[in-house]
């Protein structure tokens, strides 16, 4: 074979159609645009246009606030974290950090960090390092045995101190 023998499949491209060439090919004449008026013509973009009246999405009121600052953090529940350690996804004697929980499934992308949260059930004794821990889950966490540690994201802005407050 060689490069200028090469080729797409049978049937794998399709010719475009040429618009505005006779009637006989089916889209002469007005070229599949109807008959006059500003959408036959060129450059024309009037999503949202209700002919001069004021367009429904400005006449509704502007509601609520985004907030630019706001991380995107994984909630991770202590009963699935406990889930995969019985599992056998979760090695116990490893630290739980965000890569842990992504390799053990629990986790399907970093996001902004991790928040821990205390539903759910611990008997392992684990050493977490997240984002974020709520109350309930430094307490549950701490009965079993085991130690939070907050440690905050890369590009994530500190909010608060470096405690395990939430």
């Given at each position: ?11 794998a ?5 040429r ?6 090919s ?8 109807g008959?006059?008026?500003q959408?036959a013509r060129t450059g ?7 002919g001069?009246?004021?367009p ?9 606030f985004?907030?630019?600052h706001a ?9 699935r ?5 019985d599992?056998g ?9 965000v ?6 499934g629990i986790l ?14 611990l008997t392992a ?5 997240v ?6 889950a430094?307490?549950a ?16 802005a500190?909010r608060g ?6």
């Amino acid at each position: 074979m060689k490069l200028n023998e090469i080729r797409d499949n049978e049937g794998a491209t399709k010719n475009r159609m040429r618009v505005g060439r006779g009637i006989g090919s089916g889209k002469g004449k007005t070229a599949g645009r109807g008959v006059k008026g500003q959408k036959a013509r060129t450059g024309v973009s009037i999503k949202g246009f209700e002919g001069g009246q004021m367009p429904l999405h400005r006449r509704l009121p502007k509601r609520g606030f985004n907030n630019i600052h706001a991380h995107d953090l994984n909630e991770v529940n202590l009963g699935r974290v406990q889930e995969a350690v019985d599992a056998g996804r979760l090695d116990a004697s490893a630290p739980v950090t965000v890569e842990a929980l992504i390799a053990a499934g629990i986790l399907s992308r970093p996001r902004d960090g991790v928040k821990l949260l205390g539903v759910g059930e611990l008997t392992a004794k684990l050493s977490f390092e997240v984002t974020r821990a709520s109350k309930s889950a430094v307490e549950a966490v701490e009965k079993a045995g085991g130690s939070v540690t907050v440690a905050y994201a890369a590009g994530v802005a500190h909010r608060g101190t470096a405690s395990a407050e939430a």
